[in-house]
């Protein structure tokens, strides 16, 4: 591989150093429940296909921003840019003892050996991306040959996908034969009301399948902010009613993550510190905060731990 091809994409924000302590104490055993690693790239290189090419956010990285921000418990979710190979997934959970969850990206002609050693390294999921921009189409037949194999090991598959694109992709959704896992609350649309028509038809979907829903990316999501910076600790106000209104409606089937490092990023790298600050916005009691952060990712992840 040639310095070339490991050079940074262009006008790639690195994630935030020496983030704040949050004011917000997160309650015992909570789980950063959607979070990624990329390389290092000289261990665990690249898949060629990528779409971008991250700076290096390591698994002694996350572990030590789970430390500071009070998290017991990961959810590594696989990153686009290393393909199906979850090398570098892997050895962060091997890494993790016990205290990680992995979502993986597989082909349908995994073998079901692979499988059984994702399992036992504790993955618990697979990731269908349906943004464009990250990925090349991948074939439905494709998918639901991914969904059929997993199925039988109690896996469920995460899914990530823009608001615009949900009629066309809700049938085929709805037909996997698995729990579905939504990142992102779905990507909507933050300048149109929380009560209108699209994100509506949202909620409708999760209340008719078996759902789960990520209130995570707020700083992916905004358009108006402000941002989790310089000590804001009422970030991401537009996005706090779609978020608000997914944990009062599903409060036994959200679950909150940091994203961290914060793929894609184009105009800020927010504080992490401050991020978990934003919690209590969207969660506004005890009982919701305990459900989104711990219940909910260990019936999931851990469930043979649940309650």
């Known amino acids: 591989m040639t310095d070339h091809d490991t050079a940074v994409t262009p006008g790639w924000l690195d994630w935030y150093r020496g983030p704040s302590k949050p004011e917000f104490v ?6 950063d429940a959607h979070c990624h690693v990329f390389g290092p790239a000289a261990e665990f290189p690249f898949a060629p296909e990528r779409k971008y090419t991250p700076v290096d956010a390591s698994k002694h990285d996350l572990f030590a921003l789970r430390d500071h921000l009070g998290f017991d418990r990961n959810v590594i979710v696989q990153a686009t840019c290393h393909g199906a190979d979850n090398s570098a997934l892997v050895d962060a959970l091997h890494a993790a003892g016990g205290r990680a969850r992995g979502v993986a990206t597989v082909r349908p002609d995994v073998t079901d050996a692979e499988l059984r050693r994702l399992h036992d390294a504790g993955v618990r999921g697979v990731r269908f991306n349906f943004v ?5 189409a991948a074939p439905r037949e494709a998918l639901e040959t991914v969904a059929r194999r997993v199925a039988p090991l109690g ?3 995460v899914v990530y996908f823009e608001a615009a694109d949900l009629p066309d992709l809700e049938p085929f959704f ?3 034969p698995v729990p579905l896992v939504i990142d992102h609350m779905g990507r909507p649309d933050v300048t149109r009301s929380a009560d209108g028509p699209e994100f509506a038809r949202f909620l409708r ?4 399948n078996d759902v789960w829903v990520k209130v995570s990316c707020p700083e ?3 358009v108006s902010g402000p941002p989790a910076l310089d000590g804001e600790r009422h970030a991401y106000r537009d996005v706090v009613p779609f978020a608000r209104k997914v944990v009062e409606d599903f409060t036994d089937r959200a679950l909150w993550g940091t994203d961290w490092p914060h793929p894609n990023l184009k105009n800020h790298m ?3 510190g401050l991020l978990v600050d934003h919690i209590p916005h969207i969660a506004t009691t005890a009982e919701q905060q305990r459900a989104l952060l711990v219940d909910n990712p260990l019936r999931l992840y851990w ?3 649940a309650r």
């Open 26 to 31: 997160l309650p015992p055993g909570a789980v």
């Open 132 to 136: 464009r921009r990250l990925v090349d």
């Open 155 to 157: 896996w469920h598959v």
């Open 174 to 176: 709805a037909s996997l």
């Open 205 to 208: 979907f999760v209340a008719a």
């Open 220 to 222: 992916r999501l905004t």
């Open 270 to 272: 927010p504080d992490d």
């Open 303 to 305: 469930p043979e731990e």
